[in-house]
């Protein structure tokens, strides 16, 4: 699918952690400047390290953006799903996107809890008409199960590779902005094509939210 550069477009990219918005589609917002991009990112936001370098990372992309500070510890405790979609709806603008790109309920990765919390929560949210956009994109990756390092399905709606110059860009910022080393998980991983499942309407993605029932 070619996406149309020309025609400028309010978006929000919902994200549980600092980086992630570089990670899955960092290219894609570096492609659109023209686009007006709104990047909330739900963790983290008192981490003394990460915040600066998130909003460091904004200014590259051209995007604003705002973090909150849900619980983001190492044992990963489910979230309570309603102070998960208030900590949404408190941090997104209160307007109609014209696209809302966010996770995979089934997360880009073997696995983590908070990505697939997300996108459960922002599918919810837009099926229950309290966040409004025109269309919603969930990051398309899967790892095999932890076989190998996440990568773009190539079967997904949307499969867009980046040029060179795009992910060059895309990569200096996880490798120099945030400052993750070239053998990191985070290096290894920057993907070099971008893809997405898009939803048109939230019936749709709901009914597929549905159907992939709950992860445990």
């Given at each position: 699918m070619k996406m149309n550069s020309e025609i400028s477009k309010s978006v929000a990219v919902i994200i549980a952690h600092p980086d992630d918005e570089t990670l899955w589609t960092g290219g894609t917002i570096l492609s659109h400047p023209s686009w007006q991009w709104f990047i909330v990112c739900?963790?983290?936001?008192?981490?003394?390290?990460?915040?600066?370098?998130?909003?460091?990372?904004?200014k590259i992309l051209k995007?604003?953006?705002?973090m909150g500070d849900l619980d983001d510890g190492p044992e990963q405790t489910p979230l309570d799903e309603k102070e998960l979609e208030r900590a949404i709806l408190d941090l997104l603008p209160l307007k109609h996107f014209d696209l809302i790109i966010s996770h995979n309920p089934s997360g880009?990765?073997?696995?983590?809890?908070?990505?697939e919390e997300v996108s459960k929560a922002v599918i919810k949210l837009w099926h229950d008409g309290k966040i409004s956009t025109n269309e919603l994109w969930t990051f398309a990756y899967e790892d095999g199960n932890k076989e190998y390092y996440p990568r773009p399905i190539k079967t997904a709606t949307i499969y867009r590779t980046l040029t060179k110059r795009i992910w060059l860009r895309k990569y200096s910022i996880i490798t120099e902005t945030y400052g993750f080393e070239e053998s990191s998980f985070e290096a290894e991983t920057t993907p070099r094509a971008e893809s997405f499942w898009q939803f048109i309407n939230?019936?749709?993605?709901?009914?597929?939210?549905?159907?992939?029932?709950?992860?445990v």
């Open positions: 739900l963790c983290r936001g008192k981490d003394k390290e990460r915040a600066p370098k998130f909003y460091k990372a904004l995007s604003d953006g705002i880009e990765y073997t696995r983590h809890i908070r990505h939230s019936y749709s993605a709901k009914k597929w939210l549905d159907n992939i029932g709950d992860l």
